[in-house]
T-cell receptor, first 116, second 111 residues
Framework: KAGVTQTPRYLIKTRGQQVTLSCSPI?????VSWYQQTPGQGLQFLFE???????NKGNFPGRFSGRQFSNSRSEMNVSTLELGDSALYLC???????????????FGAGSRLTVL | EDQVTQSPEALRLQEGESSSLNCSYT??????LFWYRQDPGKGPEFLFT???AGEEKEKERLKATLTKKESFLHITAPKPEDSATYLC????????????FGKGTKLSVKP
């Protein structure tokens, strides 16, 4: 059974650029949620997409956005990159909503973004 | 304010030296507490889910317990391969719910 696949694994950008990250969930999972992980703040929820609709959103600026396609694959975009956006970006998939009851999140290996 | 706090931030053990990691939380309407293990360069890997005070789950050398205010992850006779960062996450709240992760405990087990 294939796991959650994130691409690219590593990328380097400069301030002001934008970046798009991709996440392919486990087959049959309808929810994809995104997280930012930094040494100082830990793992923080960005947003969740469920059946192509944004279902939940964390406390991040509008520069962070995402979408989900009909095959449940999801992308997140960060525009006008800042130095503080350097982080490991993780996506997780689940059969039902990320915040629903007994649901277990299965994480990908992450995309490590460095902003210079 | 809803919070999840893990302690200690880092823990160094000798192989075979048992210990416990703590996850304390202040949220309304707990719907589940999750423990994950994260190895360097990888995403978190699910370990346990606990739902109510008094519940316990075990897996190999790990045992997770839950009270009304905190959870413990007990590690019995750890081995070097148990070295990782252990994260807890709390799912809570009303209809839409919410999810907060602690910052993790980095465990190092020396042979």
């Amino acid at each position: 059974k294939a796991g959650v696949t994130q691409t690219p694994r590593y990328l380097i950008k400069t301030r002001g650029q934008q970046v798009t990250l991709s996440c392919s969930p486990i087959s049959g999972h309808r929810s994809v949620s995104w997280y930012q992980q930094t040494p100082g703040q830990g793992l923080q929820f960005l947003f969740e997409y469920f059946s192509e609709t944004q279902r939940n959103k964390g406390n991040f600026p509008g520069r962070f956005s995402g979408r989900q396609f009909s095959n449940s694959r999801s992308e997140m975009n960060v525009s006008t990159l800042e130095l503080g956006d350097s982080a490991l970006y993780l996506c997780a998939s689940s059969r039902d909503g990320a915040f629903d009851g007994a649901n277990v999140l299965t994480f990908g290996a992450g995309s490590r973004l460095t902003v210079l | 304010e809803d919070q999840v706090t893990q302690s200690p931030e880092a823990l160094r053990l000798q192989e075979g030296e048992s210990s416990s990691l703590n996850c304390s939380y202040t949220v309304s309407g707990l719907r589940g507490l999750f423990w994950y293990r994260q190895d360097p360069g990888k995403g978190p890997e699910f370990l346990f889910t606990l739902y109510s005070a008094g519940e316990e789950k075990e897996k190999e050398r790990l045992k997770a317990t839950l009270t009304k205010k905190e959870s413990f992850l007990h590690i019995t006779a750890p081995k070097p391969e148990d070295s990782a960062t252990y994260l807890c996450a709390v799912r809570y709240g009303g209809s839409q719910g919410n999810l907060i992760f602690g910052k993790g405990t980095k465990l190092s087990v020396k042979p």
